[in-house]
């Protein structure tokens, strides 16, 4: 089967939903770590995590992204507390809601094994294919994958003067290279989705210049992911705002990035992100 083009856009499959060109899934975070930068640990506990998750959906998310690590640097978290941490909830939230499509935020294959097997649908990989196994679990498990350009930064690193001749050349030859890898690698292709993953590997000036060029992210045909909610690069356009102070500016992200093309949105607030995207859908319809 040929590669996704700009004439060949691609639909992007996950547990019997289809989401094509114009279609837009909201993707919602619950963090079961006690040191998100968001949350501060409101959603540690396992039963807090499952009752966010149920909430999240009944405010309109398609996609409930489960992770178990701070995507920043921070306390040692080892593969096995990972897994205790996030196995459990995917198991609770697939029993409590059969038809919802789950991801796990993980770069580990072997947590990544325990989780489909938990019920997962997608491994949302935000730091850019530095464990090749991810790939092989999708594969066997006949689930998603999310193919992120994270500047080739370890995990959980914050690099230092990090510098691209064309920040958008990168990340679209990155995620690219990394999407046909894992169809080679026998991941489905409509169960693929590349992220330019916005403050990964990135300062504020790299962020802005994906946001306003994310046409041709998404002119690849792969269905493109953004993940924008309350980052550093949000604040930092505004002036400095902290994390309390960036909803607006994550709201005006969204849409610019959903006018592009973008399918799937990572959020903390569902039912903003649901809202803003309706009226994208009203604005592109005429």
């Not at 992770?67 to 507390?81: F, L, M, Q, S, T």
């Not at 697939?94 to 072997?110: G, K, L, Q, Y």
């Not at 294919?129 to 193919?147: K, Q, S, T």
């Not at 690069?233 to 005006?252: D, I, K, M, N």
Request: glycine share 10%; net charge negative.
């Amino acid at each position: 089967m040929p590669s996704p083009t700009s004439d060949q856009p691609s639909v992007l499959r996950l547990r019997g939903r289809a989401f094509g060109p114009g279609d837009f899934a909201v993707m919602a975070v619950v963090n079961r770590t006690p040191d998100s930068f968001y949350d501060r640990g409101s959603t540690f506990a396992f039963r807090a995590a499952v009752d966010a998750a149920s909430r999240l959906i009944d405010e309109g998310a398609d996609i409930v992204d489960i992770g178990g690590v701070k995507a920043g640097p921070g306390a040692e978290v080892d593969p096995d507390e990972e897994i205790r941490r996030v196995a459990e909830v995917v198991a609770a939230v697939r029993d409590r809601h059969p038809d919802v499509v789950i991801s796990v935020d993980t770069w580990r294959s072997e947590v990544a094994k325990v989780v489909a097997e938990a019920g997962a649908d997608l491994l949302n990989d935000t730091w850019g294919g530095v464990d090749p196994g991810l790939a092989e679990v999708a594969a066997a498990h006949g689930i998603g994958l999310v193919c992120a350009h994270a500047g080739r930064v370890e995990p959980r690193t914050r690099p230092h003067r990090i510098a691209y001749d064309d920040v958008v050349a990168d990340v679209i030859g990155y995620t690219t290279d990394l999407a046909e890898r894992a169809v080679a690698a026998g991941v489905r292709r409509d169960g693929v989705l590349i992220d330019p993953a916005h403050d990964f590997g990135k300062n504020t000036w790299h962020s802005l210049e994906v946001s306003r060029r994310l046409g041709e992210m998404t002119a690849t045909g792969w269905p493109v992911l953004v993940a924008v909610s309350n980052k550093d690069f949000v604040g930092e356009a505004l002036g400095g705002l902290p994390v309390g102070e960036r909803h607006a500016g994550t709201l005006a992200t969204l849409a610019v990035s959903a006018l592009q093309g973008a399918r799937v949105f990572r959020v903390h607030d569902a039912a903003s992100a649901r809202r803003t995207l309706a009226v994208v859908t009203r604005l592109a319809a005429g």
